[in-house]
């Protein structure tokens, strides 16, 4: 089968940094992207990697490792407006640009 | 620029009524998506389209019907609603080429469905 797994809960304060995890089984791959849900929102696109390493966007970075099947977002100088749901999402075929989701890692953001 | 507009944002529906939720996008994307989201989980694919005229089946698509007659809208229906078809029900949109390597997916706001 298909699945991501990443954790379900992160705490951290303001102005730290946090890593969220991902590692996926998947029939193939062309990519790991991340998504931003706040308060059960349109979720928005974040990053993503085709390609092993690290890709910086501001204050957020993502990973990949292909040989490893893991990627992780780093988001930096945190502030409580990160709170919000992360998703990793892998993109498994080269066809019609589906998606398989992890089922979100909620990051509460405490003063 | 409206980007991905879902309607309606909130339904309550009883089992075996039927209904439609309508999606429409002004981005001329050519791939478009209909996902659920249920409580502590990720989105699921429910179908997708590749162009005007084309669907295809996703990860959970029993229950539910699909049309593309226009680019811009992709329709979801549910021809006789269950209690197990509650759920926040998203729609998005993306070029079919990637632009930079990349091709991000764009969601609408979300219509919240209860079957009772």
């Known amino acids: 089968g298909q699945s991501l797994e990443q954790p379900s809960e992160v705490t951290a304060v303001e102005g730290a940094i946090v890593q969220i995890n991902c590692t996926y089984q998947t029939s193939g791959f062309y990519g790991l992207s991340w998504y931003q849900q706040h308060d059960g929102g349109a979720p928005t696109f974040l990053s993503y990697?085709?390609?092993?390493g690290l890709e910086e966007t501001g204050r957020f970075s993502s990973f990949l490792s292909r040989s490893d099947s893991y990627g992780y977002l780093l988001l930096q100088e945190l502030q409580m407006k990160d709170s919000a749901s992360y998703f990793c999402a892998v993109r498994p075929g080269n066809q019609g640009g589906k998606l398989i989701f992890g089922q979100g890692t909620e990051l509460s953001v405490k003063p | 620029n409206a980007g991905v507009t879902q309607t309606p944002k909130f339904r309550v529906l009883k089992t075996g009524q039927s209904m439609t939720l309508l999606c429409a996008q002004d981005?001329?994307?050519?791939?478009m998506y209909w996902y659920r989201q249920d409580p502590g989980m990720g989105l699921r694919l429910i179908h997708y389209?590749?162009?005007?005229?084309?669907?295809a089946k996703g990860e959970v698509p029993d229950g539910y019907n699909v049309s593309r007659l226009k680019k811009q809208n992709f329709l979801l229906g549910l021809e006789s609603a269950a209690p197990s078809q509650t759920s926040v029900y998203f729609c998005?949109?993306?070029?079919?080429?990637?632009?930079?390597?990349?091709?991000?997916?764009?969601f609408g706001d979300g219509t919240r469905l209860s079957i009772l």
């Open positions: 389209s590749v162009g005007e005229g084309t669907t």
């Open positions: 990697n085709g390609l092993d």
């Open positions: 981005m001329n994307h050519e791939y």
């Open positions: 998005a949109s993306s070029y079919s080429k990637a632009r930079g390597g990349i091709q991000p997916q764009h």
